[in-house]
């Protein structure tokens, strides 16, 4: 993992905010699917204990393409919030 640049290196799955929304992944859900990075790559990656993380290259991803990132995960281990603390994903 030593090659991967996380946005936030304390808070590996964050939550991190971009475009106005909080985006964090729940560690106790994730089950390594990688589904999340096959759909946003710059967003996601799987790190050594094969949970998602947040990479430093977010603000490339539209927020539409990190919804559907985290619509496409088998467990819904990424959570979307917008600016007032909505529940974006999963709803």
């Keep these: ?46 790190d050594d204990e094969n949970k998602a993380v947040i990479l430093e290259t977010i603000e490339q991803e539209t927020i539409e393409t990190i919804i559907l990132a985290a619509q496409s995960c088998p467990v819904k281990a990424i959570i979307i919030e917008d600016e007032k603390g909505q529940r974006v994903w999963p709803n």
Aim: hydrophobic share 40%; charged share 15%.
């Design 1 to 46: 993992m030593s090659d991967i640049k996380l946005k936030d290196s304390k808070n590996p799955s964050g939550p991190v905010v971009v475009h106005g929304y909080k985006v964090y992944v729940d560690r106790n859900l994730c089950i390594g699917a990688g589904s999340c990075v096959a759909v946003a790559p710059n967003t996601f990656a799987l």
